[in-house]
T-cell receptor, first 114, second 119 residues
């Protein structure tokens, strides 16, 4: 049973436009959410996170939005650049224990075309 | 130099063989993790360790064992490899070093991965 789902396996956008990557979760106990980015032949790298007490967190071109009632989060990249082409994983953590136990989604491959 | 290293980077083995994947870190983190990545399934947690004497099973620990030899080293063993253990394996670390507040342990640093093929 997939508790964190990324229903779009791939997304293609034009350079300079907005990329929106989506993630849904089912466990209402999740209270911390993260996005990781992965290039081929490398490990994932942390990108941005959000606590459930917030509905938005912004870091440069990257913004994560959280809709707790819909159990949905999204990552916006504006403007998109060819170097953003990678696999993006959303992840969730349960409770306030800050244990580092993360549940990952399946990943979405983003292609930004020049 | 990389903060989290994994050896080997690639390994092909046969069914029934014992395999050990090794992970070392220079970040000074207390927590270490092993994940596997399969197409369409994302990353799944195999084992995690809060410190040298605290090791815990993750989602998919069956068929695997781990050893935390030191704070900086965490190895994953497949006692008798089987073909459905063919996957990309990642080690990760996290800690409070250089960070503060909530969520620090969730911000994990990953190694480059080991591609394991079991024939």
């Amino acid at each position: 049973d997939q508790q964190v789902k990324q229903n779009s396996p791939s997304l293609s956008v034009q350079e300079g436009r907005i990329s929106i990557l989506n993630c849904d979760y089912t466990n209402s106990m999740f209270d911390y959410f993260l996005w990781y980015k992965k290039y081929p032949a490398e490990g994932p790298t942390f990108l941005i996170s959000i606590s459930s007490i917030k509905d938005k967190n912004e870091d440069g071109r990257f913004t994560v939005f959280l809709n707790k009632s819909a159990k949905h989060l999204s990552l916006h990249i504006v403007p998109s650049q060819p170097g953003d082409s990678a696999v993006y994983f959303c992840a969730a953590s349960e409770g306030s224990s800050n244990t580092g136990k993360l549940i990952f989604g399946q990943g979405t491959t983003l292609q930004v075309k020049p | 130099d990389a903060d989290v290293t994994q050896t080997p980077r690639n390994r092909i083995t046969k069914t029934g063989k014992r395999i050990m994947l090794e992970c070392s870190q220079t970040k000074g983190h207390d927590r270490m993790y092993w994940y596997r990545q399969d197409p369409g399934l994302g990353l799944r947690l195999i084992y995690y360790s809060f410190d040298v004497k605290d090791i815990n099973k993750g989602e998919i620990s069956d068929g695997y064992s781990v050893s935390r030899q030191a704070q900086a080293k965490f190895s994953l063993s497949l006692e008798s490899a089987i073909p459905n253990q063919t996957a990309l394996y990642f080690c990760a670390t996290s800690g409070l070093t250089g960070t503060s507040g909530r969520g620090a342990y969730n911000e994990q640093f990953f190694g480059p991965g080991t591609r394991l093929t079991v024939l």
